[in-house]
């Protein structure tokens, strides 16, 4: 879960990036967050990933109270959040499945649950039989599902996609948010910033928008409640 | 922390070293420089400070005996001044010796043909172990009954041991120098590999990798390159080092160079390359990696 209490976020240069949000995100639901560049998004993802701590109001994440984490204790908060860019951020020296191994080898786990693990999760975004190629030769929407494959590996109750499909045509797109709907059919909470009002309103999920620093509108409907 | 999960870290690191090939050849490269710097430097110090001490032996006291005390009577008193705790060695000259080897040592040995020995006295050539202390020595044998008179040539013993100590100062304050350099052009090299991988470090992160996990792959790597550095070092510094003496000796003919044989020197010299080598890899890394772990 998801939980902000009037949180205000200031950046040294006096920026007020948050000016009193409060919002609740349950387990298992799928919000998208929509709002204008520079509304406060970003600062959002950082808040929930342990990357920010808020000026004011509380943040907690699944059982973490970010206002007052501890530095040691943010990389288990990461492991219950698992995040996609849209950039995808993969390893190019390493292989599609050495990708995904990765992000389990560094948390500890095991050789043999690796081995049953990954070919899984490739195969749930349907990339088990590239396994052996490089982020470098797959399309965009193809590097967009092993960073799907990534966030996933590790099974994280929530998954926060930060503009998942920018870098994508629109056919690519619509598959990408249907590989999110379908991680969330399964459980996950997913939470997914995006500009792209036609798959916002085409899923008709909850819509959180938020504009300057503030949640103007927060709908289930799945209704776009700006235009860029 | 599982030993399944060390095997791993431990090969990451190595398969880092191989995948960042430029950048590891490069920290060796320094590596080797810096060391191979200190280490020729220290050696050259070492060497100087022998000779200074092997001229600074020269330096005798003499100890003349009262002139009317028998030969005998002498030798009691060689005796008892080689009890003395620095003294390093004693010998009594006889007053005919004395004589033979002062008209030995000068021209026109015709000059002194008439000249009895007795105008000379039996006198002990004393040889220090510590010159630093002879002015206290020389106390000690003065107290000896029958020791009339003493010649010692202070000035030049307390040159030689401020010779000695400013050589020590000296050589300590650029060691240390030396190697804070090395250590900065290190760790620089290590942040410059470090650079490379930031992104691989930030979806470590992101992921939810411990900092102990993230450091330990780049501290095997700092920690393998350092040792490859010194290995390396030390084979060229013996290397160029007995190749400088056979130089050396080759064309000092008269022996005014006494050099040490790097053998002498072997577990000094691997003790503190290795340390060195271990030290900056593992400090390299470690400090280095610090500014990439923020995120």
Same mark, same amino acid.
């Given at each position: ?71 040691? =204790? ?88 930060? =503009? ?62 700006? =235009?860029? | ?295």
């Amino acid at each position: 879960m998801i939980e902000f209490t009037n949180v205000t976020k200031s950046y040294s240069v006096g920026t007020k990036a948050l000016r009193g949000v409060s919002m609740q995100i349950e387990d298992g639901e799928f919000a998208f967050l929509v709002g204008p560049s520079g509304s406060g998004k970003s600062t959002i993802i950082k808040l929930i990933t342990g990357e920010l701590k808020p000026t004011s109001g509380s943040v907690h994440v699944n059982g973490y109270s970010l206002e007052r984490i501890r530095k040691r =204790e943010i990389p288990y908060l990461r492991r219950t959040v698992g995040v996609v860019f849209q950039d995808f951020r993969l390893i190019d020296n390493k292989t599609v499945y050495d990708n995904v191994a990765f992000a389990m080898r560094v948390v500890g786990t095991g050789t043999r649950e690796i081995r049953s693990r990954v070919p899984y999760v490739l195969n749930l975004v349907g990339l088990e039989h590239k396994s052996r190629r490089h982020p470098g030769e797959l399309s965009g929407g193809e590097q967009q599902r092993l960073a799907i494959a990534r966030a996933l590996v590790n099974n994280p109750s929530t998954i926060i996609a930060d =503009e998942p499909t920018g870098n994508l045509d629109p056919a690519r797109s619509l598959e990408i948010m249907t590989l999110l709907q379908e991680i969330n059919n399964l459980g996950t909470t997913m939470l997914v910033v995006t500009h792209e009002q036609n798959l916002v309103e085409q899923f008709a999920n909850r819509v959180i928008t938020i504009n300057d620093g503030l949640i103007s509108s927060d709908r289930m409907d799945g209704h776009y409640d700006y =235009e860029d | 922390m599982k030993i399944n999960n060390l095997g791993y870290l431990l090969k990451e690191g190595i398969r880092g070293i191989f995948l960042h090939g430029f950048m590891s050849f490069a920290a060796v490269i320094v590596t080797v420089a810096c060391l191979l710097i200190v280490g020729s430097f220290s050696i050259l110090v070492y060497n100087v400070n022998i000779m200074v001490d092997e001229l600074n032996q020269t330096s005798e006291v003499l100890a003349f005996v009262d002139d009317t005390l028998t030969y005998a009577e002498a030798q009691t008193i060689e005796t008892k001044i080689r009890q003395i705790e620095n003294v390093y060695e004693a010998n009594l000259v006889s007053r005919e010796q004395a004589l033979k080897d002062f008209i030995a040592d000068h021209e026109g040995e015709a000059a002194f043909a008439g000249l009895e020995s007795d105008v000379l006295r039996h006198r002990v050539v004393v040889v220090l172990e510590d010159n630093t202390k002879m002015e206290e020595t020389v106390g000690e044998i003065r107290l000896i009954s029958g020791v009339e008179d003493i010649s010692a040539a202070y000035e030049l013993a307390e040159g030689f041991t401020t010779l000695q100590r400013v050589l020590q100062f000296v050589s300590i304050g650029v060691i240390i120098v030396l190697l804070l350099v090395s250590l900065l052009i290190i760790s620089n090299t290590v942040k410059l590999a470090m650079y490379d991988r930031k992104d691989e470090i930030a979806i470590m992160k992101m992921v939810g990798a411990t900092n102990g996990f993230i450091r330990l792959p780049f501290v095997v790597e700092g920690f393998t390159l350092g040792m490859v550095g010194a290995a390396l070092a030390f084979g060229l510094e013996w290397l160029m080092y007995d190749l400088l003496v056979a130089r050396i000796q080759a064309m000092d003919t008269l022996n005014l160079f006494n050099l040490v044989a790097f053998q002498e020197l072997l577990l000094p010299m691997i003790l503190t390359f290795c340390s060195a080598g271990l030290f900056v890899g593992i400090v390299g890394s470690w400090t280095s990696i610090r500014k990439f772990m923020n995120v």
